[in-house]
């Protein structure tokens, strides 16, 4: 090859070699460029992560919420049923199948709601359903259960109570207590509840025609019956209470989730009892009938949080 031929080649070989590789500036918009797509995916994997913890949050509570008012909307339409046998067949000398408490707890073992205890959760209620067995003992025929699932056999009176109180780790949870074959007993049906209120429809007509006149909490009821006069005439309170006027309860239920799940918390509040429920004067007042996530502890604000309502209607065969 001639000297004249290698020099032409060669020039163009040393530009190829100096076409090869990166600069230290391309590099470095190179390394930029690829830091910020990790980051930006990370940021994506982050968001797509709180939001699965979001919903998976989300659905437990629903869960929760849908159950608890399956049970408690069960426990009120039995409160309709009666037997006629008790009594001579006059139910009119039998207590009131629906009783409830303000703002208060419940000891687990202790008859009914006789034995009111401290509050356990931001002003919750207790609601209490009692009604006859049916069917032959021991079990029953299964026609009427408690809150627990349990069934009663004729002459026997079942309960299905609903109210709050907390367990060993402290959480708030709504519990059903129930009337064993030796003894009382109750179990938790969901946890993380924030507040548990109820308010009762009282049909308040002569002569009644089981439609709700006004929405009044226990504390109301039972200052109505005070206000009767009757003292110690149980046959006659029996007979009186405006707990057997009760036509429809109405139910809310604050629940939240078990772990953090929100950027921020504690701006939003929560009417239990609906926006119109505005309760006033020393026996209407009633606690816990609305709750701001500003007055929850500080661990609880960035919590998952619905609210479920109902109104039960209770059948009209209720003495």
Known sequence: M????????????????HECGLTLAEMLVALTVSLAVVLG?????????EAYAAQT???????????????????????????????????????????GLDACSLAKTTFGIDTPQPDAGNGSDVLAVRFPGAGAAPGGDGSVLDCAGFAHPEGEEGWSIFYVARN?????????????????????????????????????????????????????????????????????????????????VRIGLLLHGARPTRREGGALGYALLGSGYAPSGAVDADPGSVLHEADMPAMLRARERRLFTATVVVPAAMP
């Open 2 to 17: 001639s000297a004249r031929r290698l020099r032409t080649i060669a020039p163009v070989r040393r530009s190829r070699i």
């Open 41 to 49: 995916a990370g940021r994506l994997l982050a968001l797509a992560g």
């Open 57 to 99: 949050e989300a659905s437990a509570i629903d869960d929760g919420g849908r159950y608890a008012l399956e049970l408690i909307a069960r426990a009120v339409r039995q409160a309709a049923w009666f037997d006629p046998a008790q009594a001579g067949g006059d139910p009119a000398v039998l207590p009131a199948h629906l009783a």
């Open 168 to 248: 060993a780790d402290g959480e708030a949870e709504l519990r059903c207590k129930y009337r064993g074959t030796s003894n009382w007993g109750a179990d938790a049906l969901v946890s993380g509840v924030d507040g548990f209120q109820v308010l009762y429809g009282v049909d308040t007509d002569e002569p009644r025609d089981h439609v709700a006149n006004r929405y009044l909490n226990a504390a109301a009821i039972a200052g109505l019956d005070a206000a009767l006069g009757l003292g110690a005439d149980v046959e006659a309170l029996h007979r009186q209470t405006y707990w057997k006027r009760v036509v429809s």
